[in-house]
């Protein structure tokens, strides 16, 4: 099988953003066959249904990164109980108009990372509600609802030595459910 490409789109804008940083140290634990692209949502205007008959050139790139990638990584961090406006900004650009989405049918995960004890686990969960609209099929197990504590990242921005094992098998099993749906 040739390169698998996993298109990561990261919710948060913040230059030193947790979940970029997770996206980063993933990328590192992926086998030498698979290949994290990470997707520039910041640039796209506020959706607009009045838009969908011409949509942006930053909406069409959106659109084309999504189509050619075999698997979807969403890490989102959690604003107010549930995903940041930039995440869902892109989700609906990326479905319309309608009949034309590109997400439908892709294998996807969902991570994310927080300060909190409870990591993302509602934002998540939220997500996790709209990628199933979105004809997404998450992987469902395991979960992980990752805490940003003394450790997890090392001095490299690795994953640290405590949660290197728990990290690496939620990756293995995400790929794995990837390949499955290639």
């Not at 249904?49 to 930053?58: H, K, L, T």
């Not at 659109?63 to 940041?84: D, H, V």
């Not at 930039?86 to 650009?93: G, P, R, S, T, Y």
């Not at 989405?101 to 995960?109: A, C, H």
Request: charged share 20%.
């Amino acid at each position: 099988m040739s390169q698998i490409n996993i298109a990561v789109i990261v919710g948060s804008l913040r230059r030193d953003s947790l979940n970029r940083k997770l996206a980063d140290a993933l990328a590192r634990l992926a086998p030498p066959d698979v290949a994290f692209h990470q997707v520039e949502i910041g640039d796209l205007p506020l959706y607009n249904q009045d838009d969908d008959g011409a949509q942006a050139p930053s909406v069409l790139r959106l659109k084309a990164e999504i189509a050619a990638a075999q698997g979807l990584l969403f890490l989102t961090p959690e604003y107010n109980r549930s995903i940041p406006g930039v995440l869902k900004n892109a989700l609906d650009h990326a479905s319309r108009p309608y009949g034309k989405s590109v997400w439908g049918g892709k294998p996807g995960g969902v991570l994310g990372i927080s300060v909190g004890a409870m990591g993302t686990a509602l934002a998540q969960q939220h997500l996790r509600n709209i990628l199933a609209y979105l004809d997404v099929a998450v992987l469902a197990q395991p979960e992980a609802f990752l805490q940003a504590k003394e450790g997890f990242f090392d001095a490299d921005g690795n994953i640290g030595e405590a949660s290197r094992g728990f990290v690496q098998n939620w990756v293995d099993r995400f790929i794995a459910h990837v390949k499955r749906h290639i």
